[in-house]
């Protein structure tokens, strides 16, 4: 269904869970139309019937793609294209992540976290600049805190963030002269599956080296992933949605957003101490 006329216009990848779901819901009930690529066709179903519920389903067009298939990314530049001939903003929200200590995560394992955490955002990004362009609109890239602080556990996760960190910082610049604005959000953990997903994944990497020199950052894997998994000491997603909103109704947003406030603290911390300081504290902090 094309977007009517004056309707603001957004694409949000990652909608089958989580951030993408929750603000995909609250942008519609908003009255964005709202493109939500999700990667199966029961996921649709189950956001439309969500939608439903909320009074947003006309809004709302779910896409299936699998944004690290090129192919696919074409086809989703191509459909929302047929759609409207401009597009206000792109939220590049889906993600995972790959958790567990560096030595023990393989190769292979290491380039599916940049390839989806990193270069598949870049290629959706190329595939709808020339809308994001003809409405002067915005990209906002869903980084993490880990994206400004690296520590044990996390290392593959925080380095694909810190490298959508770069990517932000250089398109930032390179596209002000199209009024094409580049926001980042930096969250900390919350109430969404990307840490239970990450747990299932090193299951038998968690067992196989359980009695191993990594037992204790290994058995901190898992409770770090289940509690982040419940939400328990995270925000709730639906301030996520409420971020996003204030970004796109700013004309002049700020170029990096960190949710909750009060996770600032700790950024400026890190950014202050010296590194061997900060590293016998994370130590410290983990018995490490």
């Not at 993600?95 to 599916?112: I, K």
């Not at 599956?193 to 299951?203: C, D, K, P, V, Y």
């Amino acid at each position: 269904m094309a977007a009517s006329s004056g309707q603001r216009t957004i694409v949000i990848t990652g909608c089958s869970s989580g951030f993408g779901r929750v603000t995909a819901l609250n942008l519609a009930r908003h009255g964005w139309r709202v493109f939500a690529t999700v990667r199966k066709e029961a996921d649709a179903e189950s956001l439309l019937a969500e939608a439903a519920k909320e009074g947003g389903k006309e809004q709302i067009t779910p896409l299936l793609c699998d944004i690290t298939v090129p192919e696919q990314v074409t086809r989703l530049g191509e459909a929302v294209a047929a759609a409207t001939s401009s597009l206000d903003a792109l939220l590049n929200n889906a993600g995972t992540a790959y958790a567990g200590p560096l030595e023990l995560l393989s190769p292979t394992d290491l380039r599916a976290q940049l390839e989806i955490n990193v270069v598949a955002h870049l290629a959706v990004t190329q595939a709808l600049l020339p809308l994001l362009k003809a409405a002067r609109g915005t990209i906002i890239n869903v980084s993490s805190v880990n994206g400004r602080i690296a520590t044990p556990v996390v290392g593959a996760y925080s380095a694909s963030k810190f490298a959508l960190e770069g990517l932000s910082d250089a398109l930032r610049v390179e596209l002000a002269p199209f009024g094409v604005r580049v926001v980042l959000i930096e969250p900390s953990s919350s109430g969404t599956n990307i840490w239970e997903t990450s747990l299932q994944r090193a299951q038998d990497r968690l067992e196989q080296h359980r009695d191993g020199p990594y037992q204790r950052l290994l058995e901190l894997t898992e409770k770090v992933a289940r509690r982040a998994s419940t939400g328990r000491g995270g925000f709730p997603p639906q301030l996520f949605a409420e971020t996003v909103r204030q970004i796109l109704a700013s004309p002049r947003p700020r170029a990096r957003y960190v949710i909750p406030r009060s996770v600032g603290r700790q950024i400026l911390l890190r950014r202050l101490l010296p590194d061997s300081l900060w590293d016998r504290l994370v130590r410290r902090t983990l018995k490490w």
